[in-house]
């Protein structure tokens, strides 16, 4: 990564400008006190309001900076501090390939400040724009120009981690960032999670995103560069009021601010509710879902199908749910749904909840993001289904067919079978089964399939039988039977009246010690 390599720039700036440098900085390099001590000077040092439980000795951290009043005021006050705090610093910028020349004058902006400041410089570019239009190929949605711009951020963040390498990266974030997210949120109408804001500190695998500027306001930043001196860059898309985000700041937060003067820091203090309330529920969640979330499906006799032949799913007990109190019952659907990927609002849990308190069996439901509610006797399927259909007769399913005596191994139902001759075949003229083609196929049920069912006076539809077995839903969709010589022989869930001679045994899929015990094909699973 050309861009992204260390380019340690400002080792042969002149004493001149270091002396200017340090002048700006004399009265922010002194000693820092604890905020409740009084120093004997008559003005205080500039400073700003940094969490330091975010930075720790030995901590490898790159700045975001962007050339903003935010970013250069934290760059400056870890650069200022880094020594007392024990950091390896460097600087970051990614050019997003927005705005031209003036872009291309920040990049150079944040490159002349790295120098000043002998911290290893780190750049890259990148296309926004692009990046935010659709992708047929991959399904990836279209995105906002600024959405595609902070996945960007966050995956160049990421990368640099690996790859310089670096404990974390810092960004400028403040308290007034935190309140315009919050109102967002609100507007759009959030949950817990969303009114939580932005977060100190955000964990990847690679390591850490963290805000140590949360507590600082804007005019706080904007006084402290003024007091030393320092120039900042300014976006002028920050000032075009068809975002969202600065209409909310130029707009409404000050509207707002002549009925709450403290509405920023009262929307602050909100998002940290939201985040202690979040870390809570997420705990008593991983112990709760374990308990009362259930995957795949039942089958008949015990246990449960993971259904591999569709989508998986999970399944929640209506009669456990409906004694549960209401917020409860929603984080549980909700959860459940993102455990298939899906991502719900209030009005589709609530459409949720009514379908597993008082819908009836068979009774379906499809939502957004390809989610799909089945409501059986006892329980509430959820399972994500591919294309916007209702009908599964798009799902493709596979047909085994192997010549017998032998083994059908079918990973796509998750079964297997042993099917052999009870006793050796008769050369001509025996059953239909020994006499053919000996050819045994396991296959999906179909429209116009017949089974005779055990002691039954005569053959019977199979979509009969699954009507008696109480297959709804997906499960209906995907029911495997076993053919030979065109009579089914075998079929999930039923007992089949025997072909004489034939011996068919179940066998644990995949399992080479053929230790399951034997069926015979009166037998259902």
């Known amino acids: 990564m050309s861009e992204a390599s260390a380019s340690v720039a400002g080792r042969m700036f002149t004493m001149e400008t270091q002396y200017r440098v340090w002048e700006n900085w004399r009265a922010a ?66 050019h997003h390939g927005l705005r031209g020349a003036e872009a291309d004058a920040d990049l150079e902006f944040c490159r002349a400040l790295a120098a000043q400041l002998v911290v290893p410089f780190l750049q890259a570019r990148v296309d926004a724009a692009v990046e935010a239009k659709p992708d047929p190929e991959t399904g990836k949605p279209r995105e906002t120009i600024e959405e595609a711009a902070r996945r960007l951020r966050h995956a160049w963040f990421r990368e640099l981690m690996t790859s310089i390498p670096l404990d974390a990266v810092a960004t400028a974030h403040t308290l007034d960032d935190q309140a315009e997210t919050v109102l967002a949120k609100f507007l759009r109408g959030a949950w817990t999670e969303g009114l939580s804001g932005i977060h100190p500190s ?11 500027l949360l507590s600082a306001t804007r005019v706080e930043i904007e006084a402290y560069l003024r007091e030393i001196g320092q120039s900042w860059r300014e976006d002028s898309t920050n000032r075009q009021m068809t975002l969202t985000r600065n209409r909310i700041r130029h707009e409404l937060l000050p509207l707002l601010k002549e009925w709450n003067p403290q509405l920023r820091e009262h929307l602050s203090q909100m998002a940290e509710l939201a985040r202690d309330e979040e870390t809570w529920w997420q705990s008593e969640l991983a112990r709760l879902a374990s308990q009362l979330l259930l995957p795949g499906r039942p089958v008949r006799g015990g246990g449960r199908s993971a259904g591999r032949m569709v989508s998986p799913g999970v399944a929640l007990d209506v009669t456990r749910l409906r004694a549960l109190p209401p917020a409860l019952q929603r984080r549980l659907l909700r959860h459940a749904a993102e455990q298939l990927g899906a991502s719900i609002d209030f009005p589709a849990t609530e459409r949720l909840r009514a379908l597993a308190l008082a819908g009836r069996a068979s009774q379906q439901l499809e939502l957004s993001s390809g989610l799909r509610a089945v409501r059986s006797a006892r329980e509430l399927q959820l399972s994500i289904r591919a294309g916007n259909s209702r009908e599964p007769s798009h799902l493709v399913v596979p047909e085994y067919a192997v010549p017998f005596p032998g083994e059908i191994n079918a990973p796509a139902f998750g079964l297997r079978f042993r099917i052999e001759f009870a006793e050796p075949p008769e050369p001509a003229g025996g059953s239909e089964a020994r006499g053919g083609s000996r050819i045994a196929i396991l296959r999906n049920w179909k429209a116009g399939d017949r089974v005779r069912l055990r002691h039954a006076s005569r053959p019977c539809k199979v979509k009969e039988v699954l009507v008696r077995l109480r297959v709804t839903g997906e499960d209906r969709a995907v029911w495997p039977v076993l053919e030979v010589g065109g009579r089914i022989l075998w079929m999930k869930g039923a007992e089949i009246e025997p072909e004489p001679g034939l011996s068919i045994r179940q066998l644990e899929p995949d399992d080479p010690v053929h230790t399951a015990s034997k069926y015979r094909c009166a037998q259902g699973i």
């Open 29 to 94: 390099a002194v000693v820092f006190y604890d905020p409740l001590v009084r120093t004997a000077t008559s003005k205080s040092p500039p400073g700003l309001a940094l969490d330091l439980s975010l930075l720790k000795p030995g901590l490898r951290l790159a700045v975001g900076v962007s050339g903003g009043a935010d970013s250069v005021a934290l760059l400056l006050s870890l650069a200022t501090r880094s020594k007392e705090l024990g950091l390896v610093l460097h600087a970051a910028h990614l």
């Open 202 to 212: 955000v964990e990847f695998a690679e390591g850490r995103i963290i805000r140590p």
